[in-house]
């Protein structure tokens, strides 16, 4: 199982985070500063307190954290509820209308330290850990890194560029042998490889994936590959539903196959209707299109 820094995921994964993302609900005729009550379906019930910290059922003793209401929610396991949390990393969920947004890292932050950041480079821990723990080939690296997408980060990690509309990055995906996570400061927007001008747009939950996904096709000249970081910030639904509006987009869930993917899959189906797009679900034949492409 990879190595995950658990009180780091459970600082900047917050309970509403994994209940919005499963598709929970804010009551908030019934929630205050204090407690935030959130529903799903009849008679389901979940507090949220200790500023996103916390929760408690209130129609059964459970309680916990953000790691036990993983499992509270159908994780199999300790190591299921990390990786869960591990994808949410980033999530920005609507904040009820008494609470502040915090004061978030600027644009001009975020531009700084990935411009100090080298290039993903031929031979370097990072391009091993890619090639041969990740299976990803050489050239989909060099078309990655030509395209601006992917630098070093430490240990070995990789920082995969999230980007606005305006090309702007906003973020990073860190992934590693060591770590998984998102930019401190940053906002999940998109990661984006592939053709500029095309229009199926094939939406994954990790860069990774993304970069799985366009080697497995062998960079359909038609597709533009993406992924979400595993969340759904404003950003990111700005971003989908800019590229979906576009006359004849095919908008293409390629989501992992498990439940998590097809919550990601409904709100992607969601995103294609509305703004007009034609909409598929696309499986991988393993839990996710890395592990298809490790397969191979």
């Known amino acids: 199982m990879p190595h995950y820094d658990v009180e780091r995921l459970k600082a900047e994964v917050s309970c509403a985070a994994l209940l919005e993302s499963a598709g929970w609900m804010v009551d908030l005729r019934e929630s205050t500063p204090k407690a935030t009550k959130y529903r799903r379906g009849e008679g389901e019930v979940?507090?949220?307190?200790?500023r996103g910290?916390?929760?408690?059922?209130p129609t059964s003793e459970a309680k916990g954290d953000v790691l036990s209401l993983a499992q509270h929610l159908g994780a199999v396991d300790f190591g299921s509820a990390l990786k869960l949390i591990a994808?949410?990393?980033?999530?920005?969920?609507v904040e009820?209308?008494?609470q502040r947004r915090s004061k978030s890292t600027s644009l001009t932050a975020i531009a700084r330290r990935w411009s100090q950041r080298p290039w993903l480079a031929y031979g370097s821990a990072a391009w091993v850990y890619l090639t041969s723990e990740r299976a990803i080939p050489e050239n989909t690296l060099v078309r990655a890194v030509t395209a601006g997408k992917l630098k070093e980060g430490p240990r070995g990690s990789i920082w995969a560029a999230h980007t606005n509309s305006s090309d702007t990055v906003t973020g990073w995906e860190e992934r590693g042998p060591v770590w998984r996570g998102f930019s401190n400061g940053g906002t999940k927007a998109l990661f984006?490889?592939?053709n500029d001008d095309a229009l199926r747009l094939c939406v994954t939950e990790a860069a990774i994936d993304a970069l799985s996904l366009a080697a497995i096709e062998d960079w359909r000249d038609d597709t533009k590959y993406v992924s979400t970081g595993g969340g759904w910030s404003p950003a990111t639904a700005d971003r989908i539903a800019a590229l979906a509006a576009r006359p004849g987009t095919r908008l293409v869930a390629a989501c992992d196959g498990n439940d998590q993917g097809d919550v990601y899959a409904a709100r992607l189906r969601g995103a294609a209707e509305t703004a007009g797009a034609t909409f598929l679900r696309l499986w991988p034949e393993a839990e996710d299109w890395n592990d298809q492409l490790r397969q191979r």
Not at 46 to 50: A, C, G, Q
Not at 53 to 57: K, L, P, V
Not at 87 to 93: A, K
């Open 46 to 50: 979940i507090i949220v307190v200790h």
């Open 53 to 57: 910290r916390g929760w408690f059922d």
């Open 87 to 93: 994808g949410l990393v980033g999530f920005q969920p």
């Open 96 to 98: 009820p209308a008494w």
């Open 192 to 194: 984006v490889i592939g």
